[in-house]
Nanobody, 116 residues
Framework: QVKFVESGGGLVQPGGSLRLSCAAS?????????MGWYRQAPGKQRELVAT???????NYVPSVKGRFTISRDNAKKTVDLQMNSLKPEDTAGYYC?????????WGQGTQVTVSS
């Protein structure tokens, strides 16, 4: 079945940057799916923060618009999230999946911690 491997998280100071990467496997139709990056902090609901369509149209939740950029490479079957001007409230585990989420199981995610 489909598998996602997220990487690139880490510990940064407010205002810093990280680039997350999601590598997908187990499908030969990656290019036709809209993909998204999700995040979940302890005690909070999972939130879709960025999405990119098969035609590379992008959408962002207002709290990250202008700071995050989602991109995809269909040949590599990857979806990246460039995160700039990071804030403490961005601290969460970050996961990738389709938009809407339909692939199971979710990956392990990658932890982003923004500390002041």
């Amino acid at each position: 079945q489909v598998k996602f491997v997220e990487s690139g998280g880490g510990l940064v100071q407010p205002g810093g940057s990280l680039r997350l990467s999601c590598a997908a496997s187990g499908t030969i139709f990656f290019s036709i799916h809209a993909m998204g990056w999700y995040r979940q902090a302890p005690g909070k609901q999972r939130e879709l923060v960025a999405t990119i369509s098969s035609g590379a149209n992008t959408n962002y939740v207002p709290s990250v618009k202008g700071r995050f950029t989602i991109s995809r490479d269909n040949a590599k079957k990857t979806v990246d999230l460039q995160m700039n001007s990071l804030k403490p409230e961005d601290t969460a585990g970050y996961y990738c999946n389709t938009d809407p989420a339909r692939w199971d199981p979710w990956g392990q995610g990658t932890q982003v911690t923004v500390s002041s």
